[in-house]
């Protein structure tokens, strides 16, 4: 058998590529901008000008296209179409070369620069970033573009830490970008926010049936009832939109800045702020469509109705629990022995109907549970709650009214034991500047400097926290009175309609009817005034 003979065939690198060599080089650009303001459009053009100029005039190369990004960051690749479409035509091998800048306008995220690159490699395309003098082609140059796009990547968490701080600082002082979604506000001639009326109309409808008693999914049925457009003008609703808009503050002509925060600098993962950065309220910033007492009042009815405690599956079928927007009893019936509500129950009597009420401690567990309780028609009821409003509007206007107005001065009465806030304000702005007056002199150990500022920051801290609730309770007050001019306007409308029971009604003006027996109970009214009621 011959011996094998092995010939080494010499490289030539003129002959590599051959196809290549017979038809011009696919040269593309990418070119970007992150912001745009004036003086970045001009950049923009500069750099699509240059590559034009650049490409079209160089021997060898013809144009493949230029991909620019206008305004947009480039922290995440997701969100720039143009760099999108490039990279997908290197797919298709349409491109043979990539021109670019600097690697901050290619990518301010090393991951994302590495793994483009590396991808682009793999598909025998260069990419030459001008500014910093590096070829990917070039083996030896990964390493310097790992770092140099690292610090590309630092100075983007740098702006972006210098817009986040600007910002914030904007919300101190009370400036800030009002943000206009197509419902509701719209920027008006003057610049600033004004109302839609048609949104404007729908919004009060919402307010207006929810303290009337009216559950998310009833406000629901009767917006799509009426063919009343969402804010994403849809035909139909979601209970969550309609829970976003009485939850808005916006609609009170408030504003509560930073709700939400940036959590994550690449990902630009968003998250609800529950106190882990500062937020700014903004009182009176725009026209409002609600009063704010009616948002207040909104506010409280949505915790009372979170508030109820879910029903008890293995020991009760009601229990105290989850609301009910269907009869208003529901809620404020009251029985005067246990202290448990009242359950609305359809007997069938020798196939006769009757809808009577009882207590569902009773009802569950039987009369040792509460042995005194009695079963009360539904029909008696209502026939005595319409007599007690009756007796209101014909008789005793006079006598509620002073009832609702010492009421109120209780309310108000913790206010008027303390300072003002404005007071308080001032005395903690005299205490700071004895703080900073005696920080000076704590330059070296003292024990009497020191303990003396541990008292003046003690003080300081008691000042605003006493400051808060003085706030919050003439915030309370403001409440209380717009709840008791609501009833005195209810019962004393010339055309409120009293020969029928109304649950709506019922809803607005009663806050609890306490069973005291099967001939009487008592009825409170919003405001404090009590009125005790015969059953017939």
């Not at 919300?171 to 949104?199: L, N, S, V």
């Not at 979601?238 to 994550?264: C, F, H, M, P, W």
């Not at 009815?301 to 989850?322: F, I, Q, V, Y």
């Not at 304000?425 to 541990?454: C, G, M, Q, S, W």
Request: charged share 30%; hydrophobic share 35%; with cysteine.
């Amino acid at each position: 058998m011959p011996q094998k003979v092995v010939m080494e065939i010499p490289a030539n690198p003129m002959l590599g590529d051959l196809r290549k060599r017979k038809r011009k080089l696919r040269v593309a650009a990418y070119c970007r901008v992150s912001t745009e303001e004036e003086e970045q459009q001009n950049s923009f053009e500069v750099q699509v000008d240059y590559y034009t100029e650049k490409i079209t005039h160089h021997d060898g190369w013809q144009l493949a296209g230029i991909f620019a990004d206008d305004g947009i960051s480039g922290v995440r690749t997701k969100k720039r179409d143009q760099f999108n479409e490039m990279i997908e035509l290197c797919r298709k091998k349409k491109i043979d070369l990539i021109l670019t800048k600097s690697i901050s306008r290619f990518a301010r995220n090393t991951l994302d620069c590495i793994k483009h690159v590396r991808i682009l490699k793999s598909w025998g395309i260069p990419v030459i970033f001008e500014k910093e003098n590096i070829d990917t082609s070039n083996m030896n140059s990964e390493m310097i573009l790992t770092c140099l796009s690292s610090f590309a990547q630092a100075e983007s968490e740098s702006i972006s830490g210098n817009v986040t701080k600007g910002i914030r600082m904007g919300y101190k002082q009370g400036r800030f970008a009002f943000r206009y979604t197509g419902f509701a506000f719209q920027k008006g001639p003057d610049g600033e926010p004004e109302i839609i009326p048609k949104d404007a109309q729908t919004i009060r409808m919402i307010a207006r049936e929810f303290l009337n008693g009216d559950s998310l999914k009833g406000i629901k049925e009767k917006l799509e009832k009426a063919s009343i457009p969402s804010p994403a003008r849809e035909s139909k609703w979601t209970t969550q939109t309609i829970l976003r808009i009485l939850q808005n503050e916006k609609y009170a002509g408030d504003v509560l800045l930073q709700k939400t925060y940036t959590s994550d600098f690449l990902e630009g993962k968003v998250k609800k702020n529950n106190g882990e950065l500062p937020q700014y309220y903004i009182k009176d910033n725009h026209p409002a469509i609600i009063p704010r007492e009616m948002f207040f009042e909104i506010q409280e009815e949505l915790a009372r109705r979170r508030s109820k405690k879910p029903a008890n599956t293995k020991k009760a079928k009601t229990n105290r629990g989850r609301f009910t927007s269907k009869y208003a009893l529901s809620e404020r019936l009251v029985c005067g022995d246990c202290g448990c509500y009242f359950r609305r129950v359809t007997w069938n009597i020798h196939g006769r109907k009757q809808i009577v009420w009882r207590c569902i401690n009773r009802l569950e567990f039987g009369p040792k549970s509460c042995g005194n309780s009695p079963s009360l028609e539904e029909s008696a009821l209502h026939t005595a709650i319409l007599e007690a409003i009756r007796s209101l509007v014909h008789g005793q206007q006079e006598e509620m009214a002073a009832a609702l107005q010492d009421t109120l001065i209780h309310c108000i009465a913790g206010e008027k034991e303390e300072a003002s806030p404005i007071v308080i304000e001032n005395k903690i702005k005299e205490l700071e500047t004895e703080f900073d007056r005696l920080l000076v002199l704590a330059v070296n150990e003292n024990d009497i400097i020191d303990h003396k500022l541990k008292q003046i920051s003690e003080t300081i801290l008691k000042l605003k926290q006493q400051k808060k609730r003085i706030e919050y309770t003439a915030e309370r007050s403001e409440v209380m009175e717009s709840k008791a001019k609501d009833v005195m306007g209810l019962i004393s409308a010339e055309d409120l309609d009293l020969t029928e029971y109304s649950d709506a009604l019922v809803y607005r003006i009663i806050e609890r009817i306490t069973v005291l027996s099967k001939e009487e109970i008592r009825i409170r009214f919003i405001g404090g005034f009590e009125i005790t009621q015969p059953l017939h």
